[in-house]
């Protein structure tokens, strides 16, 4: 059995490309994949071959974290159907070529534990779903943060979650295109603000300076959590964080409750998933849809189609 997959084959090179679906050792589930999403996060970093070193990493690779897929066939007990809708989370199944992080490929096989079933009003927005999970653990990692850096996906999900859990945050944004078009909470340029006493800021921007510009807007014995990835060793002026007795807290991967909160936000109406998809591609136009995930500034997430290969 074959599928067909993105493949980094070196950083800045891709190719779409038949491989071997080489099942895991033990129970496993074969999912056909309806919709993958690009990151423009930790994608662009294998992408331009600027990821930091860390166990699987090399190439080539599968991309992909972001998936939407259908059962084809499952374990009996395993809980899952022929046709169910699910979520996958990326996975190894390429024999010689890495699975880091696997989703992005019109056929996969997996281990059902690591499947979510979600419902089919979710349909293409479930791609969205590690990042919700994502900005979920930065959220309660802590106090409910004041102040978010960055209006990208992350950013907007967990101003949302932040919403959705009675919090109400303000937004910096340097990009002025990416402050338009929201009513729901506060977005502003970073320079127009002269607030001095946010006891939580999140920082989901990965901008490796972050650390001194923000310590100057934070409240005594306040927090900065820091839920980008970051290619460069992060650095601050430590007079500005000593007089606050500052904290600094990391928010790393997300964690299965994370997912299922998330999944539970959504269905409940608390947390909407729409309007953060803004381009779509067929499959087949991988490397375009990847130059337009990485490249153009309004693209906010950048969707596979992976139905035709069906």
């Known amino acids: 059995m074959n599928t067909t997959a993105v493949v980094f084959t070196s950083p800045g090179r891709l190719a779409l490309q038949s491989l071997p679906l080489v099942p895991p050792d033990g129970p496993h589930a074969i999912v056909d994949v309806n919709f993958s999403g690009i990151s423009t996060g930790t994608e662009r970093l294998l992408w331009t ?59 996969i096989a997996i281990a059902p534990t690591k499947l979510t079933k979600i419902d089919e009003s979710i349909g293409e927005n479930g791609t969205l779903l590690a990042l919700a999970a994502t900005a979920h653990h930065a959220v309660v990692l802590g106090k409910l943060p004041e102040l978010i850096i960055g209006h990208g996906v992350v950013g907007r999900l967990i101003a949302r979650i932040t919403q959705a859990l009675g919090g109400t945050p303000t937004v910096w944004e340097m990009n002025a295109e990416r402050r338009n078009g929201v009513t729901e909470y ?45 290619s460069e060793p992060l650095h601050f002026i430590f007079p500005p964080a000593f007089m606050r007795e500052a904290s600094i807290r990391i928010a790393a991967q997300w964690e299965p409750k994370d997912l299922q909160t998330a999944v539970e936000l959504v269905l409940s109406g608390k947390l909407s998933l729409d309007g953060i998809i803004t381009h779509r591609n067929a499959a087949s136009q991988a490397a375009s849809a990847y130059d337009t995930a990485f490249r153009n500034t309004e693209c906010l997430k950048m969707v596979l189609d992976w139905r035709t290969f069906q």
């Open 186 to 230: 506060c977005v502003i340029d970073p320079a127009a603000d002269t607030r001095k006493d946010y006891a939580c800021i999140v920082d989901a921007s990965g901008d490796t300076n972050i650390l001194d510009v923000s310590m100057m807007h934070l409240a005594r014995h306040g927090e900065i959590i820091l839920a980008g990835f970051y």
């Open 49 to 107: 071959g600027d990821m930091p070193t860390f166990p699987g990493m090399g190439y080539p690779l599968v991309p992909g974290y972001e998936t939407v897929a259908r059962v084809a066939n499952a374990p009996s007990n395993s809980g899952f159907s022929e046709g169910d809708l699910v979520f996958v989370p990326g996975a190894s199944c390429y024999g010689a070529v890495r699975g880091l992080f696997g989703g992005a490929a019109s056929r």
